[in-house]
């Protein structure tokens, strides 16, 4: 037994130990309540955002939209509606809520990190356009979910993200999924679709989702490395600077293909009238900047992996909502491949809960030794601290 006095003015020094550890606990459950709150409703804007901007996207070419540059631009352009927002909100988010690793980037470095992220993005929702072009919404939204396996293979050398047997068994599920899609060469009901077309979009559909899984990755290796914090400024700011960079990458190419000059005769042709036409634009970039702050968001508060697996998570959603929408068919293929798709998501997602117990777990360790050492009240009121050893 190990003996220790401890001096008190009173002679008696009342111990409030286990009082503290109280309050402790009550700050970290309720943190962590708040926490998964935020988590929460990331969730729901990535689902939301990225299921309403697809079906927008595709009613945009099913009634005589063309522009494969117009339909980039309103992916990205919308990141002005942020601003408000961002401005209201840092009075209450001046200190850090997530890591703080030290001294700010330098500006070169961030600017270069804006600069690189943003011609990746521009670059990845142009290739987008083009795969949903041509493919049917419900085919284009089941490729989409092999950005989770690419997100993965990127994150094990960018992030050290640990590949486990379940996350193997996840990404192989959603390889299956996405590679049977490619004999599924099917037209779709607004216009006849070749087979060049439809291989063209198919390809340029997998190299989006290589993209964004590679975007993903530098993102979040971005705040650990050169950033070296992530804060609520930090996030707005990735979020803002990169859409800038992108939206000038995707105007760029609008006027350098020429095709701005048929924007006029377009709208014009509309089916659904001019007003439609203008509103399906505003809401597209709309939606999509709702579905960049949650994806943002959840790297900050987990991972890039999760990010994805919840943009993945919406994969349901596109196909039953095009099925009503655009009638498109959902043949047998389709169902299977949708089947292994979520049976890819939920392998991940019971991975995820299998980290996070083993993460509760250690921290009740860490708690039941940390107590090993108790307090008593000696006869002269002096404090014996005791302790097994």
């Given amino acids: 037994m190990v003996i ?36 929460a409703v990331y969730t729901f804007f990535v ?38 927002y961002y401005l209201l909100s840092i009075k209450t988010h001046t200190t850090t809520t997530h890591r703080d690793d030290g ?23 142009y290739l987008y356009s083009i795969g949903l ?30 590949l486990t047997p379940i996350i193997l068994n996840s990404l192989l599920l959603l390889t299956i999924s996405s590679t049977l899609l490619a004999f599924n060469n099917e037209d779709s009901n607004s216009q006849k679709v070749t087979k060049a077309q439809y291989v063209t979009s198919f ?10 899984g590679l975007v993903l990755s530098l993102q979040q290796l971005a705040f650990r490395r050169v950033l070296k914090r992530q804060t609520f400024t930090e996030v707005m700011d990735m979020i803002i600077y990169m859409s800038l ?11 350098a293909s020429s095709e701005w000059k048929t924007l006029s005769s377009e709208m014009d042709n509309y089916k659904l ?52 929408i655009f009638h498109d068919k959902m043949n047998g293929l389709k169902v299977i491949s949708m089947i292994l798709a979520i049976w890819g998501f939920m392998s991940y997602v019971y991975q995820h809960y299998l980290d996070d117990k083993n993460l509760k ?29």
């Fill in 245 to 255: 960079v992108a939206s000038c990458v995707s105007l760029v190419g609008l006027f």
């Fill in 361 to 389: 777990r250690s921290v009740g360790i860490q708690r039941v030794e940390s107590s090993d050492t108790t307090e008593a009240e000696g006869p002269n009121g002096q404090k014996i601290e005791t302790s097994a050893s």
């Fill in 47 to 84: 689902i939301s955002g990225q299921s309403v901007a697809t079906i927008l996207g595709r009613i945009y070419y099913d009634n005589g939209g063309n522009s494969k540059w117009l339909a980039t631009v309103v992916q990205l352009v919308g990141f002005p509606v942020l601003l408000p």
């Fill in 203 to 212: 390809l340029c559909t997998i190299g989006a989702s290589a993209g964004f």
């Fill in 273 to 324: 009238g001019k007003v439609s036409y203008v509103m399906n634009l505003v809401w597209t970039a709309i939606t999509w900047q709702v579905f960049n702050i949650g994806g943002t968001g959840l790297i900050f508060e987990l991972s890039s992996l999760f990010s994805n697996a919840i943009s993945v998570l919406g994969l349901p959603v596109v196909p039953i909502m095009a099925v009503i």
């Fill in 4 to 39: 220790k006095n401890y001096k008190s003015s009173q002679g008696k020094e009342p111990n409030t130990t286990v009082q503290e550890e109280r309050n402790q606990t009550g700050v970290t459950h309720s943190n962590t309540y708040k926490r998964w709150l935020r988590v």
């Fill in 103 to 125: 001294k700010a980037a330098s500006l070169k470095n961030r600017v270069l990190v804006y600069v690189v992220l943003g011609v990746l993005v521009g670059a990845d929702c």
């Fill in 133 to 162: 072009l041509y493919l049917p919404v419900s085919t284009y939204s089941l490729i989409c979910a092999s950005q989770l396996a690419f997100n993965a293979f990127f994150s094990y050398f960018l992030n050290s993200q640990k």
